[in-house]
């Protein structure tokens, strides 16, 4: 017997198990009970804007995944496809989802979160490095505090990978930014803190652009990596005024080897290795 069901996965099909559907359509998976039917006096949109919302706060729904197209929706709202259109639009505006031509409708990777939602690349260079340097001087050492208290294995040991990946690079004698700032990401991941989570990364995204215009060299990244083994090594201790100490210092050092290539001046004596 040919495989002639093949075919439809590129569609749709559902199965029916104890009364529940399971639909799969291309790349999306979902269960019918994800979309009820809906109405009331709120107005619908709203109504299945805040539902899709409260899928993805419920875990449901995670970044990445597809959502069913614009009339499996409708269908499955009872709504029409202008209410749906309407939805996804608002939540589209709001960074929640992201519509790729071709492909469907998905979860962003960061939902509700924009790519420079505080207009830090509007800000000139010097403006903006000033102006970075004393926001990472007062948020990342509470951070590092933060991790050191809060940290559960599995984030230590991402910590600890970025921080390899990092010896890596030094001894290859290669410059690479992203793995700095992985590694200051997962320490903000550390913390358990959702809006630390979320405003860290946003001053990372600048930060690529600062240090694009400092000219980061591979005696920074070898400089760097020691000031790193040191938080490192305060966060698997759980000891969280050596992490902030240690993180402080780490950035204070950091701004300094910036401000004096700027100022084509002498960087700050190296710290001792551990």
């Known amino acids: 017997m040919s495989l002639s069901w093949r075919p439809l996965l590129d569609r749709y099909i559902y199965v029916v198990l104890s009364d529940v559907r399971l639909f799969l359509c291309s790349e999306s998976v979902y269960t019918i009970d994800m979309y009820p039917k809906l109405s009331g006096k709120e107005r619908l949109s709203q109504q299945v804007a805040d539902h ?36 996804i639009r608002s939540l589209v505006t709001r960074h929640v989802l992201e519509v790729v031509r071709g492909r469907g409708t998905f979860v962003t990777a960061k ?9 830090l690349n509007l800000l000139s260079g010097d403006d903006l490095r000033g102006s970075l340097a004393e926001a990472r001087l007062i948020i990342e050492p509470g951070v590092a505090r933060l ?38 990401r997962s320490i903000a991941n550390a913390s358990k803190n959702p809006v630390i989570v979320r ?20 005696h920074d990244h070898a400089t760097a990596l020691e000031e790193h083994k040191h938080i490192v090594a305060a966060i698997r201790d ?27 001046g002498e960087s700050p004596p190296p710290i001792p290795r551990l």
């Open 52 to 87: 899709i919302v409260m899928l993805i706060e419920d875990g449901r729904l995670e970044p990445g995944d597809k959502l069913p197209n614009e009339q499996q929706l409708a269908e499955l709202f009872g709504l029409s496809r202008p209410t749906i259109r309407e939805a």
């Open 111 to 119: 939902p509700g979160v924009e790519t420079d939602p505080l207009g």
């Open 147 to 184: 991790a050191a208290e809060k940290a559960d294995p599995q984030d230590i040991e991402k910590i600890e990978t970025h921080l390899a990946d990092m010896e890596q690079i030094v001894r290859e004698r290669m410059v690479s930014m992203s793995i700095e700032l992985e590694f200051h």
């Open 199 to 218: 405003i860290v990364p946003l001053i990372m995204e600048s930060i690529i652009r600062t240090y694009d215009e400092a000219r980061r060299t591979r």
């Open 238 to 264: 759980r000891d969280g005024d050596r992490a902030e100490a240690s993180m402080r210092s780490h950035l204070q050092r950091s701004i300094a080897r910036t401000l004096a290539k700027a100022d084509k």
